[in-house]
Nanobody, 123 residues
Framework: QVQLVESGGGLVQAGGSLRLSCAAS????????MAWFRQAPGKERESVAA????????YYIDSVKGRFTISRDNARNTVYLQMNSLNTEDTAVYYCAAGRLGLSKVGNDYNYWGQGTQVTVSS
């Protein structure tokens, strides 16, 4: 079992930055690929970024490339999402997820989910 707890969300003006953190319980964090998803009001959940268990591979959806950076610290059992140049379309609840099926963009491929953290970008 892995428990995930996100933090770092909040209200920020357009053009600003936030860093999300996702802390995992347990001693097996390093065997999981980690991902960030988001869900905006009235929209389906979408994949944002993912990082492999050894941090040697990652991917980003096109809309966040060059603005967001995913990273992880296996010694601290934590994955991060640095978000720069935020815009109003980034407003959503952000979730981290853990899985073992590679850098999947499919939510059902992830076994464990956090409770989410709200990110609101004002214009």
């Amino acid at each position: 079992q892995v428990q995930l707890v996100e933090s770092g969300g909040g209200l920020v003006q357009a053009g600003g930055s936030l860093r999300l953190s996702c802390a995992a319980s347990g001693r097996t964090f390093s065997i999981y690929d980690m991902a960030w998803f988001r869900q905006a009001p009235g929209k389906e959940r979408e994949s944002v970024a993912a990082i492999s268990r050894s941090a040697n591979r990652s991917y980003y959806i096109d809309s966040v490339k060059g603005r967001f950076t995913i990273s992880r610290d296996n010694a601290r059992n934590t994955v991060y999402l640095q978000m720069n140049s935020l815009n109003t379309e980034d407003t959503a609840v952000y979730y981290c997820a853990a899985g073992r099926l590679g850098l999947s963009k499919v939510g059902n491929d992830y076994n464990y989910w956090g409770q989410g953290t709200q990110v609101t970008v004002s214009s």
